[in-house]
Each structure stands twice: as structure tokens, then as C-alpha cells.
């Protein structure tokens, strides 16, 4: 999980270079609520951290229509704005920025487009995520009683803090569970991310990828321990892939949770990293 630096575009002339793309009824139609959509656009911004309080614009049913379609229907301008969106100009942008497994080959309208439909070509409002996450998991939510519940990566920075954590638990087999540590000074934030985590069953998500991790560690770790058979040099060894991919990937990503609490776990740095998973 990550935060994106915003997109920086002029939203009202990429409004308008679609609308002069478009055919038959639709450019009539959405020149006429061009100034409503405009509005809206200034008002997303002005909310920018409270969208929950952002109430649908009030347009007719074929308005809505014309929308959408100005979205799902492609024109060259259109075409050109995923493509920048979905390739932004990072060099660590590898992974989705919602889940840190997947390729983000999609955007995602964060607030859904089926309830507000004047947002459905508002840059600010489209982030490019996986296909996993944007329709097994989000879809079309975005509240619950009132509140947010997914992470606006232009929008939600990540304060500095080590919100997501690994356990590991070693018995007859590796046990890895992943949590979002609270902390009381970032209340809100460690809610909204506790329930971003929850809705796309990121705890079974990363400890399916954390298991192919361990895996490949296991012979690498073995050489390490039998020099000395000393978990500390396991332990620090860990600690440094988790510190080097922390500069990368940020303390939020779950592979750096996963080595952190690899080289937490004494009984797994003593030993243990050579037992199956369960």
C-alpha cells in the first residue's frame, strides 16, 4: 500500500476535448452541464478530506447516460488520459497502489461513477489499481454508514509509522498473519486503513504472497545460520532486506512487514525459517 503523488491536469479542457470528440447527441448534452460538472470538479477538491460530504450532483437521466459514456466509451482523449494514468511518471511504480501485489492495468473511479457520475473523467478521482482489487474487492463501495472505507492514493499520505505489521508464530509449521497496528495519534487514518486492509482481504492476500517469500529465503537463511548457528545473524540480516526495501517500497508495503517480523521472531531466525508453512 502506497501513496501516488496527485495527477496535475487542466480538468476542464480535458472535459472539453472529449465532449468535441464525441457524436450525435452526446457533446450537446454534456455542454450543457458543463458548468454543474465544472463545479463539482471544484468542489472534490475543496473536500478533499472529507469526500464522504460530497452529495451527487442533481441531473437528468440522459446527462448521467452521456457520462458514463463519456468514460466508457472511448475517444482519443480519453485513450490518452488512462494511458498517462495508468504509466505515471515514477520510477517505483511497479505494483498496485492499493494492494503492492499486482500490476495496475485498470482505473478505478473512487467514487463510483454510478453514484456520481459527474466524476467519471475527473483525473483526481481515477487511480490506476489491479484488476483484483478494483472488481473482486472494491467495485462499486465506497462508504459504509457514512464514513470512508478504501484509501484515496492521491489523496490519504502515510503518516510515518509502521501501520502494518506481520506476526509470526512458529509451532510445527510457519504461521504469518498480517494486522494494522492503530496508532493514537493518526486515529482516523489507522480506521481508514484498518478498513481498506479488511475490504480487500489483504491479510490473506499478503500471506499467500508471504509464503512464496519464505520459500525462496529458506536456503539463503541456511547459509547464513550455519556459520556461526547464531539467529542473530539471521535476525540482522533480515533486518537490513527490510530497511533496504523499506527505501523503495515504503514502510507500508507488506514485504517489509514480512521481514521485519521474520527478524522479530527469534524462533524463526533460530532455525525455524527451515519448517513448512502452514
Known sequence: MRSLPAPIYDSVLIYDSIVKEKRRFTPKRLKKIRTDVHDAYRSY?????????LA???ILPLHVKSLIHAYVTETKSMRSLRADLLKPDLDDFAHCPYCGINEPRTLDHYIPKESHPEFSIFPLNLIPICNQCNSTYKGVKFLS????????????????FYFVVADISIGTKIEINFKIES????????RL?????NCLNLNDRFKYQASVEIKVLRSSLHRIYQVNSDFSDVAQELNQEADDLKKVLGKNHWKVALFRGLARSREYCDGGYAKLIK
Not at 45 to 53: D, G, I, T
Not at 183 to 190: D, G, I, M, R, T
Not at 193 to 197: K, M, T, Y
Open 193 to 197: 486503513l484498518a478498513e481498506h486492509f
Open 183 to 190: 496508532n493514537p495519534a493518526y486515529l482516523e487514518f489507522s
Open 56 to 58: 451527487p450532483i442533481t
Open 145 to 160: 454508514a457514512g464514513k470512508r472505507i478504501f484509501l484515496h492514493s492521491y489523496l490519504d499520505a502515510f503518516p510515518d
Open 45 to 53: 477538491m475543496a473536500h478533499s478530506y472529507c469526500l464522504e460530504k
